[in-house]
């Protein structure tokens, strides 16, 4: 009988325990932090932004001197989503979405941010609004 409590009390405490990985839809919130900064920037600068994203993470451009230049510093720096997290599409390698200097998109941006059995859907409208669901 001490068995069997035992064994209940340990299957109870490992099925509340919290993944050290963080939800998955925290990685959606911080991406879509970014993503508004982008757009903001991109008003604010009067510059297009790009942004792109790959299964392994995404980063963010600046259009320069008639050139895009990657954002190696501060918060839109190139960023990795977290531990075994992965960003899926189909039929291309990257995404990539540009912000112009008033903050409209050129296209839509849509992909499935998944680890393990959590996902999220991840879409970006053309007015630069992210919209996540489980």
Do not use: C
Not at 5 to 30: F, K, N, Q
Not at 68 to 75: D, F, H, I, T, Y
């Amino acid at each position: 009988m001490v068995i069997v409590i035992i064994g209940l009390l340990s299957s109870v405490v490992v099925l509340t325990m919290v993944d050290p990985r963080g939800r998955i839809t925290g990685d959606a919130d911080r991406f879509a932090g970014r993503v508004r900064a982008a757009r903001d920037s991109a008003i604010v600068s009067g510059r297009p932004m790009a942004l792109w994203v790959s299964q392994t993470g995404y980063g963010f451009e600046w259009r320069t001197d008639g050139a895009w230049q990657a954002v190696k510093e501060g918060p839109l720096a190139a960023t990795d989503w977290s531990k075994e997290a992965q960003a899926r599409f189909e039929g291309v390698s990257q995404l990539r979405m540009v912000f112009d200097n008033v903050g409209r998109a050129d296209q839509p941006l849509d992909f499935t941010l998944a680890r393990d059995t959590q996902h999220v859907r991840v879409r970006i409208d053309l007015d630069g609004r992210v919209q996540t669901s489980e």
